[in-house]
């Protein structure tokens, strides 16, 4: 039915979503758990 796929679908979308969430705690603590990063060098 296609409720179904749509609640299946919604339901892979939340997933990704918290999966994708769950890393950006790391990535920060990665980067040194500032806020504001030095900007770049410009070339």
């Given at each position: ?23 950006k ?19």
């Amino acid at each position: 039915m296609l409720i179904t796929k749509d609640v299946r679908d919604y339901a892979a979308r939340q997933a990704a979503a918290e999966a994708g969430m769950a890393e950006k705690p790391v990535e920060f603590r990665e980067k040194g758990t500032e806020i504001y990063l030095p900007e770049p060098p410009v070339p």
